[in-house]
């Protein structure tokens, strides 16, 4: 007969191990996702990219996209194959294992899934809004930030940019007068201003403490929309940043990204009902071999 005793205690065995091996992986894998955040955070070229690559991958988090850039730093744009699915494109057999480990969603029954970069997937091209000036979606767009404004706004000629936030009288100046483009990286940053200041319940609010804050926002959302602007001023980062824990500037990238991500899914889901946006073609790679 079956020696069920020492099976069940053979399960044990295995089940102990499999757990423990899953707690070191997670351990390995939030120790490198600490390490990449205090990178991205102290050097100013490495947040640049990781602006880049966090703007090209709106709806993952900055651990998630700080993981892709260090482990397989020639990724551009990224997903699951669940997210590739959303957007009709599949990971042939001959790529998968090929991508990387990040961490899965909350209330998943594995800690990590893999993601792929899109050159290692087929399918149909990805459609991204293109906001170009004198369109209906960028006017939609302009409108949308404009709604995110907290404060009064006011339609300032003299003003010698396309938009400025007046800490002082709390409102929003904007000159008209200028193109869309470079208008909504503009008011993208001001707007993001006034809801940092929060009416003046922020009480440790200074535009020189939030600007590089609201500018990487502004950045996020351009680099989303395809919208040119430069970098923010990044050699500031290591000094905005240098008194923090990993677990502190972790909170506040992650606070970027979900005010990015609430402006920016806003700005779509307005722009949705009109004219489909432009597709833009992007790299194939043949797997053939």
């Excluded at 990387?100 to 899934?113: D, E, H, K, L």
């Excluded at 001001?190 to 940092?196: D, G, K």
């Excluded at 700005?267 to 043949?286: M, S």
Aim: hydrophobic share 35%.
């Amino acid at each position: 007969m079956a020696n069920l005793e020492q099976l069940i205690s053979q399960k044990a065995e295995r089940d102990k191990s499999w757990r423990e091996q899953r707690q070191m992986e997670r351990e390995n894998a939030y120790d490198m996702q600490d390490a990449g955040i205090v990178e991205v955070t102290s050097n100013p070229e490495m947040y640049g990219r990781y602006l880049a690559m966090q703007g090209d991958n709106p709806m993952y988090s900055p651990g998630n996209v700080v993981l892709v850039m260090f482990t397989k730093p020639e990724f551009t744009q990224f997903g699951t194959r669940d997210r590739w699915k959303t957007l009709r494109r599949y990971v042939p057999d001959s790529m998968v294992g090929k991508g990387t480990q990040i961490f899965a969603a909350p209330g998943s029954r594995n800690p990590f899934v893999e993601a792929y970069d899109i050159t290692q997937t087929e399918g149909r091209p990805i459609e991204r809004l293109q906001l170009a000036d004198d369109s209906p979606e960028m006017e939609s767009a302009l409108n949308t930030l404009l709604n995110h404004a907290v404060v009064p706004i006011t339609v300032n000629h003299d003003l010698e940019s396309p938009a400025f936030y007046d800490e002082v009288q709390m409102e929003l100046l904007v000159n008209p007068s200028y193109p869309d483009s470079e208008a909504f990286p503009a008011i993208a940053a001001e707007v993001v201003h006034c809801r940092f200041h929060a009416k003046g319940y922020n009480a440790g609010y200074t535009r020189e403490d939030y600007d590089l804050h609201a500018q990487s926002i502004s950045y996020l959302l351009c680099r989303r929309y395809v919208v040119e602007r430069e970098l923010p001023n990044v050699s500031v980062v290591s000094e905005h940043y240098e008194s923090l824990d990993p677990q502190e500037r972790k909170k506040i990238l992650d606070g970027l990204q979900d005010m990015s991500k609430q402006i920016g899914g806003a700005i779509e889901y307005n722009i949705k009902p009109q004219q489909k946006a432009p597709v833009i073609p992007t790299p194939r790679r043949n797997h053939s071999r």
